[in-house]
């Protein structure tokens, strides 16, 4: 942890996650109004006092709908890649433990949905269901465990090789012990990285979901219906485009840059002493 603070961008990216949380958790407390509310005589109201973000063409409070949206972005974000993970790296560990014909059948399928772009995979299971958040958390989850099962896969393939999980085969002990205690407690490093950039792939595609309406539906809210409400006003209602995009920009920037610190703090090849 130490070393995660002393990287400026590892503790700018935490930084800007941890505002971008903590408004999401408050947003019951922190919200004036019910984010459904409509109010006829309040249409398009440029934020004030009464209204910080303005209003939206429903005269529907944006700073209430933008700190609700978040929460529904960063769920949808934390969920999906939750569920890339755990295939991800059950997969991996499958593929480099035993190799053989179960690493070579693993591996071609991960060849396979690699070479379908992800985004108009996405767009393709989505239009045979209804959307909806529970929908969006599970397709994006179930088409974006490809890179971590490769992560994992090269780390057990290098520490199969190793002398305590060599010797721990020789005397015995299960595969399901030695995968589970001796491999990937020590294979985690690279997965952590690529969680947490995942984590701004899928919050990203979320919005861009919910922008071309496939996504989270109305009246719920969401960054990326949000914007969709803006583009019909974005003439001379520019606040409804503006503090989502925003929204949208400093969190996946703010993953990222938690990422790449991670990154950078977990390289064995750095040789910056703290």
């Known amino acids: ?25 408050l947003a019951p407390w922190l919200a004036p109004y019910d984010p459904a509310d409509i109010h006829v005589k309040e249409i398009l109201l440029a934020p004030s006092w009464q209204h910080w973000m303005g209003t939206d063409g429903l005269g529907r409070d944006v ?24 295939i991800g790296v059950i997969l991996g560990a499958i593929s480099g433990y035993y190799r053989g014909w179960t690493d070579t059948v693993i591996m071609r399928l991960v ?5 379908i772009p992800s985004f108009f995979l996405i767009l393709a ?20 465990w490809m890179s971590v099962t490769r992560l994992v896969r090269a780390e057990f393939l290098s520490l199969t090789q190793r002398e305590f999980v060599t010797a721990s085969t020789a005397l015995g002990a299960q ?4 995968i589970f ?6 294979s985690l490093t690279p997965v952590l990285v690529s969680v947490v950039l995942g984590i701004a792939s899928a919050v990203l595609l979320e919005s861009g979901l919910s922008f071309l309406g496939l996504g989270v539906q109305a009246p ?6 949000i914007l969709t409400d803006g583009k019909e006003y974005i003439q001379f209602a520019w606040w409804l485009s503006l503090y989502p995009g925003l929204a949208i920009l400093i ?12 990154r950078d703090v977990f390289d064995p090849r750095s040789n910056t002493t703290r």
Not at 175 to 178: A, E
Not at 251 to 262: A, S
């Open 63 to 86: 700073w209430s709908r933008m700190l609700y949206g978040g929460r529904v972005s960063l769920l949808v974000g934390l969920v999906a890649v939750g569920i890339s993970t755990v």
């Open 181 to 186: 205690k001796h491999c990937l407690p020590n």
């Open 1 to 25: 942890m130490k070393k995660i603070l002393h990287n400026p961008l590892a503790l700018t990216g935490l930084c800007l996650i941890s505002i971008i949380l903590l408004l999401a958790l």
């Open 175 to 178: 595969d399901w012990r030695v």
């Open 111 to 115: 060849d396979i949905m690699l070479s």
């Open 220 to 225: 719920q809210a969401s960054w990326g219906n």
């Open 125 to 144: 299971v989505i239009a045979f269901l209804s959307p909806s958040i529970t929908n969006v958390m599970i397709v994006i989850g179930l088409t974006s």
């Open 251 to 262: 969190t996946v920037l703010g993953y990222n840059l938690l990422g790449e610190g991670l």
